[in-house]
C-alpha cells in the first residue's frame, strides 16, 4: 500500500502544480473557475500536509496491514484522480475560451 499512498501524493503534487500554474497564467477567467482551483488545491495541500504527518507521527498507519488502512489510502486514491480531472476540466476551459471576451 505504500506505492499507491506514494502514487496519491504525486497526483496531489500535480494537482498542486496545475493550480499555480492557472493562477499565474495571465488573462480573464470566471470567478467560478478561482473558486473550484482554489478549492481544490486547498484540500490536495492538506492531503500532502496530513500524510506528511502521518509518516512523522505513526508510519505503520500508512503501511497498516488492516482493512481499514488500505481502504482508507485507495479512497484518498479515488480523491485524487476526482480531483485531477476537475481540474484538468477547469484549466481546459479556460485554455479553450482565451481568445473570448470576458462577459
Known sequence: MLIVAIITTLIHGFILFRAVVFFRTPGAVRESDKTAVASIALLSFLFILAMSLAW?????????????????????????????????MVTDRRAEHACQSPS
Do not use: R, T, W
Open 56 to 88: 512523522m507521527e505513526h508510519p505503520p498507519l500508512i503501511l497498516s496491514q488492516q482493512l481499514s488502512g488500505p481502504m482508507f489510502i485507495a479512497y484518498n486514491l479515488a480523491v485524487a484522480i476526482m480531483f485531477a480531472g476537475q481540474i484538468k
